[in-house]
């Protein structure tokens, strides 16, 4: 799991393009973002007192004993947005004249949350991104692992943080000096800090900055409904088709995520269209839709960008170009003919058009016959 991947596991944006109401959203990234920067797993969530937290004094089991978490900024905004949640489901109950329960996070009847209650939230964004939901929650533990394999200068604090997970990447660690990093916050924070790529202003993880700078890096989050057997070049190295590659297209609002993507990619992709460079189907590929309608938005733009004077050409040959085509010389192909008018008539407009129209118009194919031979 990348940084990229924990940031997207973070937005309410995500679990609400899965279908995740907002509350079990909230809780999924809070657990999130716990376990991620905090190391606190989702049972240990569970059992969190809300006034534990509002108060500081969260502590979490390890296998020798308990810790004292040390929260970054966004671990801090993450649950501060599921607090809001929270407080709309005790205003809620108590209009039932029911009151909420002591545990920091709960269910809308206010108790303890079902111990697979998150892991079902999980599993239903795995399904639409095809990864396994119910192991995100572990895979988050590993990645706090992982940002602080890195410190090798005070090992000691790795531990207090983390907790004794590894007798042999820990063995050395004598129990006395993990106790007295336990007990100086600012050395934890300060290790913390140095290691962690989630370290920082929150603002800059969340929202629109946020999922910019998670497609930049995000791994397991990749998924689509046409892949192509081969892909391009472009494909892979061009900014364009990588961003729109790592999205995670949602079940619902997806016509208005694709038409804001289109604003904002279309033309580049339609320029390395032109330009030999990618093919229609990766672009159908890309923004997660059909040739038809990639076709329909390269017509849209063609059209957008032609001169009056080109409006005026097509115009003249699409009411004129069916009956000549019908009355051209025998033997002579579509393409010729087009050749012809380029060269007798000073025609202007694509080939491909022009065919286009003869189409639409219902002239190409076989000569009709003649009335006489047909009744001969």
């Known amino acids: ?15 609400r393009a899965v279908g995740v109401g907002d509350l079990n959203g909230a809780i999924a990234a809070a657990v999130a973002v716990l376990a991620a920067t905090a190391r606190i797993g989702r049972e240990a969530c569970r059992n969190i007192l809300l006034e534990d937290w509002k108060a500081g004094r969260v502590v979490v089991a390890t296998r020798t004993g308990e810790r004292t978490p040390v929260l970054l900024e966004i671990a801090v905004e993450v649950v501060d947005r599921y607090l809001a949640e929270r407080e709309r489901v005790e205003r809620a109950l108590a209009k039932r004249s029911k009151k909420a329960g002591r545990w920091l996070f709960i269910n809308r009847e206010g108790n303890q949350l079902p111990k697979d209650a998150v892991a079902k939230t999980f599993g239903i964004l795995g399904r639409h991104c095809r990864v396994p939901g119910y192991r995100l929650p572990k895979r988050c533990l590993q990645f706090f692992d992982r940002s602080l394999d ?30 007295e990093a336990a007990a100086d916050p600012d050395r934890l924070r300060q290790v913390l800090e140095d290691n962690h790529e989630l370290a920082g202003p929150a603002g800059r993880f969340l929202g629109t900055r946020g999922m910019e700078l998670a497609a930049e890096t995000r791994n397991i989050f990749i998924t689509q409904d046409r892949i192509p057997r081969n892909m391009s070049e472009a494909m892979r190295s061009e900014p364009a088709c990588v961003a729109l590659g790592k ?12 038409l804001q993507l289109k604003e904002l990619y279309f033309d580049r992709l339609d320029e390395l269209r032109l330009a030999g460079r990618l093919r229609l189907g990766e672009i159908a590929y890309l923004f997660s839709c ?12 063609r059209l957008a960008a032609k001169s009056p004077e080109l409006l005026a050409e097509e115009a003249s040959w699409l009411e004129a170009a069916p009956a000549m085509y ?38 190409l194919g076989p000569r009709p016959r003649s009335k006489a031979k047909a009744g001969g």
């Open 326 to 363: 019908l009355e051209r010389p025998r033997g002579e192909t579509p393409t010729r003919f087009h050749a012809r008018l380029v060269d007798e008539h000073d025609c202007t407009v694509p080939r491909i058009w022009l065919m286009s129209v003869l189409h639409h118009a219902g002239v």
């Open 150 to 179: 890195g410190e090798d200068d005070d090992r000691a604090a790795v531990v207090a943080l983390a907790g004794w997970r590894d007798r042999g990447v820990d063995a050395e660690v004598h129990r006395h000096d993990v106790a």
């Open 247 to 258: 999205i995670v297209w949602p079940d619902r609002g997806k016509k208005k995520l694709r």
């Open 1 to 15: 799991m990348s940084v990229g991947d924990v940031i997207f596991l973070i937005q309410r944006e995500t679990w």
């Open 290 to 301: 059909s040739p038809r309608a990639v076709e329909h938005w390269i017509k849209a733009r």
